[in-house]
């Protein structure tokens, strides 16, 4: 009988052991498989990696002439030339087509000049006050008369009134000497009023043709000014196609070629060969010393600053070349870009280089943390580290949040301000996704 309790305890721990076993490889299985690092002390640093090329610090610009066909390039970029150096040859036929064609352009350009001048010229004319004047003399010499007239009338009537007696109703033939008079001095007055009349209307006349003639004169005076300005806008127009032909008699002179403007290396033309110029293009030499130029990562323009030390590796060259930056700007496609000038050696312009910034933050932390460990959430930063804890299986690692106050941070590292112990296990990297209370298990 005890035997056979005794078997019964041993196989009850053994069924125990096999499914703690089982158990514990379940949870192997399942369990996130982690991998930790711990914190450290120290600086962070700012480090990128970017592209370049190699370009001179100072160029010299000629501009080709408009409307000429390039024919040949007779200089081959990267090579020196010198001032008075053949660069570019234009197709002599086609300067002498556009020579012809810019004579004739100056020729109806005066000619409308001239035409311009004669019609902002103030023609002869009769003014306007000259019919209403006379008009208006007519009219006072009218009622000059006509005042007479009437006077003359009046004189006449009041001196017969004055002359007949009180009782010379009784005599018909005074009486009808009188009425006539009277009636000569009516009518007399009759015709004062209607040269009256007559004056005004003369004098109404004459004003507006006076305000006729002054407005007639501003007009002629506008016109004149206007020709005037068109004379001169045309003028500016002659100035410059003269000067345009005075370059190309100088080109014909030369022979269709334009030379070097200065001692340099030769780096474009600006048109191909077979191309008819737009006035845009432009004669590119290299008369400075050479530099290196790289693009800066748009999130790494504040980094970088002049004085800061940069390895640069020059395509064809083993060596890599420690550069000091000289200045920062931006190139023609308004690029963040860095100038490092380099040393007396022969380099040809546009020859690509790779580089790489790396410099050290002068503040110094107390705690780092791996960039890989640091998680948001609510605006809010932690990170996860694997802490042992008791469970029903036994003691295991579990993910436990720890908040941190971010300082600031690298591509690697993050600066943080928390109570994490220099032994804690920062949880990097994981199988599978963690959160806080995840049991995790610990990469070997």
């Known amino acids: 009988m005890k035997q056979k309790i005794v078997k019964i305890i041993l196989s009850f721990f053994i069924v125990m052991i096999c499914c703690t076993l089982i158990a514990r490889g379940a949870a192997s299985m399942t369990v996130a498989k982690v991998k930790t690092e711990g914190t450290s002390r120290g600086s962070l640093v700012d480090e990128f990696t970017g592209e370049g090329t190699i370009q001179a610090k100072d160029k010299v610009y000629q501009s080709l002439p408009e409307g000429q066909k390039v024919v040949d390039i007779l ?18 036929g086609f300067l002498e087509e556009k020579s012809a064609q810019q004579a004739q352009e100056i020729e109806k350009l005066k000619y409308r000049m001239e035409q311009q001048r004669i019609l902002g010229t103030a023609q002869e004319r009769t003014p306007a006050t000259a019919q209403a004047g006379l008009t208006l003399d007519e009219a006072a010499d009218a009622l000059s008369e006509a005042q007479l007239t009437y006077q003359q009338a009046q004189n006449q009537y009041e001196e017969v009134e004055a002359r007949l007696p009180a009782d010379a109703g009784e005599d018909p033939a005074l009486e009808e000497e009188r009425q006539r008079l009277r009636s000569e001095m009516d009518a007399a007055y009759t015709a004062l009023q209607a040269a009256q009349r007559a004056y005004r209307s003369a004098q109404g006349a004459y004003q507006i043709a006076q305000q006729d003639e002054a407005n007639s004169q501003a007009n002629d005076v506008a016109a004149e000014k206007a020709s005037q ?5 045309m003028q ?3 100035t410059a196609l003269q000067d345009k032909m005075d370059k190309i008699s100088r080109l014909k002179e030369a022979g269709g070629i334009v030379t070097a403007q200065a001692d340099g290396v030769f780096e474009s033309a600006g048109a191909p060969e077979g191309s008819v110029t737009t006035g845009e293009e432009q004669i590119v030499l290299v008369v400075g010393s050479a530099e290196a130029c790289g693009v800066i990562p748009e999130e790494k323009i504040a980094a970088v600053k002049a004085g800061d030390e940069i390895e640069v590796s020059i395509q064809g060259e083993a060596k890599k070349q420690t550069l000091a930056i000289d200045r920062v700007g931006q190139d023609e496609e308004g690029r963040y870009v860095w100038h490092a000038p380099l040393p007396e050696n022969s380099y040809r312009m546009g020859t690509g280089l790779t580089y790489q910034y790396s410099r050290r933050s002068e503040s110094s932390y107390d705690m780092l943390v791996p960039l890989s460990a640091l998680r948001e959430s609510g605006g809010s930063s932690y990170v996860l580290i694997a802490e042992m804890k008791p469970g029903i299986l036994g003691e295991s690692y579990t993910a436990v949040k720890v908040n941190v106050t971010v300082l600031n941070k690298d591509d690697h590292s993050v600066a943080v301000e928390t109570n994490l112990s220099q032994e804690a296990k920062l949880i990097t990297e994981s199988s599978k996704y963690v959160k806080e209370g995840d049991r995790v298990r610990l990469s070997e």
């Open 75 to 92: 200089a081959d970029p990267g090579n020196a030339v010198h001032a008075g150096d053949g660069i570019v040859q234009f197709d002599l």
């Open 229 to 233: 300005m068109a004379q001169n806008e």
């Open 236 to 238: 500016v127009e002659l």
